[in-house]
Structure formats: structure tokens, C-alpha cells
């Protein structure tokens, strides 16, 4: 059985990224082995993107250090794209672009850049026509670390692509800006030596692990979407072999009364959460450290609110 609505002090911990509190030994332990070269995950990069990218602190300070670099002005305009094109935008992405200049959802001639949100896993739909409107692209691939389109350019669009380490990894810092034109930045990450290092040397262990990670999500991913669909739930965007999603995104098709209290009762039950805003639908965490027995702990505690609601 599973303990639904436990004490608050007795809540387990499970989040959208994989980091897990063991994980904070592990990683320790990692970052000290005399036998895992950083060289491993350099490699991985370059044979990926080029000898021109710089690891961050986060995916946050990777778009700032790319915005910085273009000079823009409080009252210039750039517009954001992202791949459901709802209205829903994360704050992550819209205070960094607040610290430079304004922002809005459509392409219009003020637009001075195009800032494209690849979302939860899946790809914008149509990069080759933003290229062809010859204005600077900055792809936002945070959450897309794995996924790919057919002719493998994601990330290569724009002068910049960023990433964010702990949406697919278990750890808790790190990001990556990636440079395709060479742009030259006004300024450097804050991340210092000693948590470069730590970041390279967690990320290097893992790399050897890469097609495990991806199987193991891939099953959970369809395991989960299987069970939710029990309950009436079903899966929100369509996926192929390229898509690596971020999280299990479910079209609730109206069988939640009240999303906003749902959302409270998933982090009540120790489930990180969140509503998909503009859209009658939730994301609940799907990642390589959860296991079937997780899931099924999801499909009991979303089950027992359903029931609350008659």
C-alpha cells in the first residue's frame, strides 16, 4: 500500500530533475575519484557542439551571458517563440530577458532577436523558417538536452543554444551556452575552478552511462503515460524516437475539477508539480531515477484527489 497524505514531515521527495538527496554523496565521492577524467564529457562537447561553448552555472546565467552580448537596449524587443506557442513561459526565461530589454510572443517588426523555448522535452516545429527571417536566434535547450529533429541541427539554429545540466542529470548545478557564430561575449560565467571541475567530473561519470539513461526514461515515460490513461488522463504532445521528454506532460480532458488545488495536493503527497498554464493540463516528474513502483505511487495519490472531487 502507500501512505496518501502523510505528515508533512514524513513526505518523500521526488522532483522534475533526477538529483536525489543520495546523490549529493555520490557526487562528492565523484568529484574526488582519481580515475574519472574530465576529458571524458570535454570530448562529448566538442564532438557535439564545437570547441566554442563554456559551462555556467546554470541555464539562467547561459542566457544572460548571451543576451549580454548584444548590446541591446531597455526599450528594444525580442520575441518568444516556444514549441506550443500557449501562453504559458517560464519565469526563468523572462526575468533574464527583463534584465536587458522587453519581450513579447510574435514576430513583429520591432523584434530585434527571436528567443526560441524548446519545451519539455519537444522541439519548436518550424526552425527553418525563423532562420529565414534573417533575424538573431537564441535556442532555449534546457529542457531538450537529448531530443533531436530529423536533420540533428537542433541547438545549431541560432548564434547561441543553452542548456541546463540538471533537467537530465543528478545534479544539482551546471549549465551550458554554446556559441555557433563565434559572437564575442561581453562578459564570462561566475562559475568558479573548483565547481567547474565538480560539474565536469559528475557529468563525465555519467556520460558513460548515456544510452542506459535513455532507455530507462524512454520506459518510464511509456509506463507512466500507459497507467495515466487509466485514469483518463492522455499525453499532451505527440512524440517520436527523437523526442527525450522532461517531464510527463497529461491533458487532464477536464477530469480535474480544480487544477490550482490538484497542483497543492501533488507537493502535499512530496510531488513536484505544476500546471500547464493556458492549457487544461499537469506535469508530473518522468525521469532515469524513478522507478514503476514511483509511478504507481503517482497513479494512487492523483487517483485518491479524483475521488475526493465527487
Same mark, same amino acid.
Given at each position: 500500500?502507500?501512505?496518501?497524505?502523510?505528515?508533512?514531515?514524513?513526505l518523500?521527495?521526488?522532483?522534475?530533475?533526477?538529483?536525489?538527496t543520495?546523490d549529493?554523496?555520490?557526487?562528492?565521492?565523484?568529484?574526488?575519484?582519481?580515475?574519472?577524467?574530465?576529458?571524458?564529457?570535454?570530448?562529448y562537447?566538442?564532438?557535439?557542439?564545437?570547441?566554442?561553448?563554456?559551462i555556467?552555472?546554470?541555464?539562467?546565467?547561459?542566457?544572460?551571458l548571451?543576451?549580454?552580448?548584444?548590446?541591446?537596449?531597455?526599450?528594444?524587443?525580442?520575441?518568444?517563440?516556444?514549441t506550443?506557442?500557449?501562453?504559458?513561459?517560464?519565469?526563468?526565461?523572462?526575468k533574464e530577458?527583463e534584465?536587458?530589454?522587453?519581450?513579447?510572443?510574435?514576430?513583429?517588426?520591432?523584434t530585434?532577436?527571436?528567443?526560441?523555448?524548446?519545451?519539455?522535452?519537444?522541439?519548436?516545429?518550424?526552425?527553418?523558417?525563423l532562420?529565414?527571417?534573417?533575424?538573431?536566434?537564441?535556442?532555449?535547450?534546457?529542457?531538450?538536452?537529448? &531530443?533531436?529533429? +530529423?536533420n540533428?541541427?537542433?541547438? *545549431?539554429?541560432?548564434?547561441?543554444? @543553452?542548456? /541546463?545540466?540538471p533537467?537530465?542529470?543528478p545534479?544539482?548545478?551546471?549549465?551550458?551556452?554554446?556559441?555557433?557564430?563565434?559572437?564575442?561575449?561581453? &562578459?564570462?560565467? +561566475?562559475?568558479?575552478?573548483k565547481? *567547474?571541475?565538480?560539474?565536469?567530473? @559528475?557529468? /563525465?561519470?555519467?556520460?558513460?552511462?548515456?544510452?542506459?539513461?535513455?532507455?530507462k526514461?524512454?520506459?518510464l515515460?511509456d509506463?507512466?503515460?500507459?497507467?495515466?490513461?487509466?485514469?483518463?488522463?492522455?499525453?499532451?504532445?505527440e512524440?517520436?524516437?527523437?523526442?527525450?521528454?522532461?517531464?510527463m506532460?497529461?491533458n487532464?480532458?477536464?477530469?480535474i475539477?480544480?487544477?490550482?488545488?490538484?497542483?497543492?495536493?501533488?507537493?502535499?503527497n512530496?510531488?513536484?508539480?505544476?500546471?500547464?498554464?493556458?492549457?487544461?493540463?499537469f506535469?508530473?516528474p518522468?525521469h532515469q531515477?524513478?522507478?514503476?513502483t514511483?509511478?504507481?505511487?503517482?497513479?494512487?495519490?492523483i487517483?485518491?484527489?479524483?475521488?475526493?472531487?465527487?
Open positions: 500500500m502507500f501512505v496518501i497524505n502523510p505528515d508533512a514531515y514524513s518523500p521527495a521526488y522532483r522534475i530533475g533526477p538529483f536525489t543520495r549529493l554523496r555520490l557526487n562528492h565521492l565523484l568529484d574526488n575519484k582519481t580515475d574519472i577524467k574530465e576529458s571524458i564529457i570535454n570530448d562537447f566538442q564532438n557535439r557542439f564545437g570547441s566554442d561553448y563554456s555556467t552555472i546554470n541555464g539562467r546565467e547561459a542566457i544572460s548571451a543576451l549580454d552580448s548584444y548590446n541591446l537596449k531597455k526599450d528594444d524587443l525580442i520575441t518568444i517563440l516556444t506550443s506557442q500557449n501562453f504559458y513561459i517560464s519565469s526563468c526565461v523572462t530577458i534584465k536587458f530589454c522587453q519581450w513579447n510572443r510574435e514576430i513583429v517588426a520591432e530585434k532577436l527571436i528567443f526560441v523555448n524548446h519545451e519539455f522535452g519537444y522541439i519548436y516545429p518550424d526552425m527553418d523558417y532562420v529565414s527571417k534573417g533575424l538573431p536566434i537564441i535556442e532555449d535547450c534546457c529542457t531538450i538536452f537529448f &531530443s533531436e529533429n +530529423l540533428k541541427k537542433v541547438g *545549431k539554429y541560432g548564434d547561441f543554444a @543553452v542548456y /541546463s545540466f533537467k537530465f542529470f545534479i544539482q548545478i551546471g549549465g551550458l551556452l554554446v556559441n555557433n557564430t563565434k559572437r564575442p561575449l561581453q &562578459s564570462s560565467s +561566475l562559475v568558479n575552478l565547481t *567547474k571541475h565538480y560539474i565536469q567530473k @559528475v557529468l /563525465s561519470h555519467y556520460n558513460g552511462q548515456l544510452d542506459d539513461l535513455l532507455q526514461r524512454k520506459e515515460f509506463y507512466g503515460i500507459k497507467r495515466f490513461s487509466r485514469l483518463g488522463f492522455t499525453e499532451q504532445f512524440r517520436d524516437k527523437h523526442t527525450v521528454p522532461s517531464a506532460m497529461l487532464n480532458n477536464g477530469i475539477k480544480d487544477l490550482t488545488a490538484f497542483k497543492t495536493n501533488l507537493w502535499d512530496g510531488i513536484q508539480s505544476s500546471i500547464f498554464y493556458g492549457e487544461d493540463a506535469f508530473i518522468s531515477n524513478l522507478t514503476k514511483d509511478v504507481n505511487y503517482f497513479f494512487e495519490v487517483k485518491s484527489f479524483i475521488k475526493s472531487q465527487l
